[in-house]
């Protein structure tokens, strides 16, 4: 069993010798998550601003308002698709393919890239995709099972940062497999850096950036220390996850 001040630890000594590289690669990944997310257009329907026209005593909104303004929405929510899914799903892989090798004494920042190699890029992609496919469905059924998957599908970033090859399914199988009877001591690690969330609120948001290399670092701390047990117990190999040459 794994303890929570045991993994931050670990995590708080590797980060001295390359906090700044991490905080770097964490400030990134938040920021392009924000503007992905941030990404839409507010259209104002009041009558001040906008030409209606009145017939027999209705004011009407003209059919090419609605149109264009129906089409300029659609192209915002498509253009943050395609950052989402080409950008910040390849990024997201390659930072913590970073923080991953990080933890196992092999920092370089060259990693971050790993994921946009042309022989990764597109599994990593689909294997991205369809982790958000399915987290969305669990969460069309009930909030509690999408929150639940969310949690079980955590270390496939950190899967893929070891065999991007692994395969789209075979990749949640693995981290489902690799969380459970975990899932609750996971929620309790994250809920445990709440503190440090709000202390970061509290200094204009800017904090949480400071706090991100931390959270992330323990995170792969996690993931090595799981895939060690799963190892053991003959849930993945080395092979698989490509630890030993092949």
């Known amino acids: 069993m794994w303890e929570r001040k045991s993994l931050k630890e670990r995590a708080h ?4 010798g390359y906090y700044w590289k991490a905080f770097i690669i ?3 990944l938040a920021i392009i998550s924000g503007g992905v997310q941030a990404t839409g257009i507010t259209i104002d329907f009041n009558r001040e601003n906008l030409p209606y026209q009145d ?3 209705n ?3 003209p059919s090419t308002i609605i149109i264009a303004g129906t089409l300029i929405i659609v192209l915002f929510f498509l253009t943050a698709l395609a950052l989402q899914v080409f950008i910040f799903y390849p990024l997201q892989a390659g930072a913590f393919t970073y923080y991953k090798l990080a933890a196992e004494g092999r920092e ?3 990693n971050v890239s790993i994921a946009f190699q042309k022989t990764n890029y597109r599994v990593i992609i689909k294997t991205m995709v369809w982790r958000a ?3 969305f469905l669990w969460f069309l059924a009930l909030l509690i099972p999408g929150f639940i998957k969310t949690i079980a599908y955590c270390f496939v970033p950190f899967i893929l940062a070891d065999n991007p090859q692994i395969g789209h399914k075979r990749a949640l199988q693995l981290s489902h497999q690799m969380t459970y009877g975990h899932k609750w001591d996971i929620l309790k690690l994250l809920l445990s850096f709440l503190g440090w969330w709000i202390l970061g609120l509290l200094a204009l948001g800017i904090g949480i950036f400071f706090v991100l290399p931390y959270i992330h670092a323990t995170y792969a701390q996690l993931y090595l220390t799981l895939r060690h047990v799963a190892i053991t117990k003959g849930i993945t190999s080395e092979q698989e996850l490509r630890l030993v040459d092949q």
């Open 13 to 16: 000594a590797s980060l001295k």
């Open 26 to 28: 964490s400030f990134m």
């Open 55 to 57: 017939y027999g005593g």
């Open 59 to 61: 004011w009407i909104l």
């Open 108 to 110: 370089d920042l060259n």
């Open 133 to 135: 496919v399915v987290t």
